[in-house]
Nanobody, 127 residues
Framework: VQLVESGGGLVEAGGSLKLSCAAS????????MGWFRQAPGKEREFVAA????????YYADSVKGRFTISRDYAKNTEFLQMNGLKPEDTAVYYC?????????????????????WGQGTQVTVSS
């Protein structure tokens, strides 16, 4: 599975961006999908995830109520709508896919539980 992110850029605080992640190589309809981010000098951290069925979503507390994860099975693509952006959201955002079963939030939250990663897209929020 190859993952390619797009949609990053520079935005003022309070603004919005929508990230996309296109998967190729095989269908990801039975994969859970997610987003992580990494700011300079910090570890990669969980942002959001969606179950393979789309029936449930998970969010980091820092983005809950501002970000929305979704997926389009027909296009083999996932999205991250980011509203109310803050300077602390500045980071490289990575798309990820996982083929194994995750039973709880802790599993979705762990970097090691994901199998495939995109190259990342930069999001910069100015104050």
């Amino acid at each position: 599975v190859q993952l390619v992110e797009s949609g990053g850029g520079l935005v003022e605080a309070g603004g919005s961006l929508k990230l996309s992640c296109a998967a190729s190589g095989r269908t990801v309809s039975n994969y859970r999908m997610g987003w992580f981010r990494q700011a300079p000098g910090k570890e990669r951290e969980f942002v959001a995830a969606i179950k393979w069925s789309g029936a449930r979503t998970y969010y980091a507390d820092s983005v809950k109520g501002r970000f929305t994860i979704s997926r389009d099975y027909a296009k083999n693509t996932e999205f991250l709508q980011m509203n109310g952006l803050k300077p602390e959201d500045t980071a490289v955002y990575y798309c990820t896919a996982g083929g194994s079963y995750c039973s709880d939030y802790g599993c979705y939250h762990a970097v090691g539980q994901w199998d495939y990663w995109g190259q990342g897209t930069q999001v910069t929020v100015s104050s």
